[in-house]
């Protein structure tokens, strides 16, 4: 469990494989990776920038062989597109505005301006405090050369 708790590299021991988890599939990585650790090529092709651009056609992206990107992208745009028609049902902005507080919350007072109550409790600590207090004054007192 430990054996890579210091995994920055720095260490000099080898940071062994866990036993009972398998290789991740390609599919699953952030990066996918080919057989020699370097990237794969999937960058987008200029050609498909420059669509995005609007300095380009749909159909010189396509001429790049980029069929895939194109389609892909425009997908994305008539998802987007359907997302900003979207409302918000009636009743579900009904709830809303009817959850919300009528009138503006009151300010709340200062502490010098509460109610001051004591209960027991308080009453035996403030009592407590101020015997101690007083004996530790008179034993000062009573210690001081005269």
């Known amino acids: 469990?430990?054996?890579?708790?210091?995994?920055?590299?720095?260490?000099?021991?080898?940071?062994g494989k866990r036993p009972g988890q398998p290789e991740r599939p390609l599919a699953d990585r952030e990066v996918p990776l080919d057989g020699?650790?370097?990237?794969?090529?999937?960058a987008i092709a200029?050609?498909?920038h420059a669509w995005l651009d609007g300095e380009a056609t749909e159909s010189e992206a396509r001429r790049a062989d980029s069929n895939r990107e194109v389609d892909f992208w425009k997908r994305l745009d008539e998802d987007l597109a359907a997302r900003r028609r979207l409302r918000t049902p009636a009743h579900l902005q009904?709830?809303?505005?009817?959850?919300?507080?009528m009138h503006a919350p009151v300010v709340i007072t200062p502490w010098w301006k509460r109610e001051f109550v004591v209960t027991p409790t308080s009453a035996i600590v403030a009592a407590t405090t101020l015997v101690v207090a007083a004996a530790a004054a008179t034993a000062f007192v009573l210690r001081l050369p005269h």
């Open 1 to 15: 469990m430990f054996h890579d708790l210091h995994s920055d590299g720095l260490g000099d021991g080898q940071k």
């Open 94 to 101: 009904a709830q809303i505005m009817n959850a919300l507080p």
């Open 46 to 48: 200029d050609a498909v």
């Open 36 to 42: 020699n650790g370097s990237m794969q090529s999937t």
